[in-house]
């Protein structure tokens, strides 16, 4: 929590262990049978599109939990916005986050996570999923800084947090599938 204040983004590797990263990959491929996602866009209301150049995901909103292993994540993500509240005194409201899954090939270009109904997104948070991931698989992490580009692979069990006002970041392409869990804490608009 203090990399959040200091330089505003924190890597954190072995967050949960292979048991809950087995479980929520296993949640996720239950969502994918059922027909939960979709293909995600770009922009809000009457300017929202489907752009696969910009943004090559798709994604499965985990508004209630489905899943044991979805619940004890949101717990846990609940603990640790308790904890940012206490130490950083940030206001944090509640989490949204969504599975997200990038065929081989796509990512996210740059950009920086605003809220289309306004500026309640605290913290960016992603959750790698992505077992037996080797360094030349690609479908980094790039997030901006000062001190120039930090690259983060998707390894699974890792959480990368970051304040989503600051950061401009990006999703490299992959040569494989690439998930992860995907969300942010949010302030009370």
Same mark, same amino acid.
């Given at each position: &929590? ?6 505003? =983004?924190?890597?954190?590797?072995? =967050?949960?262990?292979a048991?809950?990263?087995q479980?929520? $990959?296993?949640?996720? /491929? ?6 939960? !996602? ?9 300017? @929202?599109?489907i ?7 798709r ?10 292993? %979805? ?5 846990? *993500?609940?603990v $640790?916005? *308790?904890?940012?509240?206490?130490? $950083?005194?940030?206001?944090l @409201?509640?989490?949204q ?11 996210y +270009? ?8 306004? *500026? ?6 992603? =959750? =790698?999923?992505?077992?037996e991931? %080797?360094?030349?698989?690609?479908? %980094? /992490?790039?997030? %901006? #800084?000062?001190?120039?580009? +930090?690259? +983060?692979?998707?390894?699974?069990? #890792?959480?990368? &947090? !970051? /304040? ?10 992959? /040569? ?8 942010? !804490?949010?302030?009370?608009?």
């Open positions: &929590m203090s990399a959040l204040a200091g330089p505003g =983004y924190a890597v954190i590797p072995d =967050y949960a262990g048991r809950l990263v479980s929520l $990959l296993t949640s996720r /491929l239950d969502r994918q049978r059922l027909g939960q !996602f979709q293909a995600a866009g770009v922009g809000v209301g009457g300017r @929202h599109a752009r696969t150049d910009i943004r090559g995901d994604i499965a909103w985990v508004d209630e939990p489905r899943a044991v292993a %979805e619940a004890e994540f949101l717990a846990d *993500l609940d $640790l916005r *308790l904890n940012l509240n206490r130490s $950083l005194m940030v206001g @409201h509640d989490v986050m969504h599975f997200a899954s990038f065929a081989p090939g796509f990512g +270009v740059r950009h920086l996570d605003r809220s289309p109904g306004g *500026l309640d997104r605290v913290v960016s948070v992603v =959750y =790698y999923l992505n077992t991931w %080797e360094p030349g698989d690609g479908g %980094e /992490l790039q997030i %901006e #800084t000062d001190a120039g580009p +930090v690259l +983060v692979s998707p390894r699974a069990d #890792t959480l990368v &947090m !970051f /304040l989503s006002d600051r950061f401009i970041h990006a999703v490299l392409p992959a /040569l494989r599938e690439r998930h992860s869990l995907t969300g942010w !804490f949010h302030r009370r608009a």
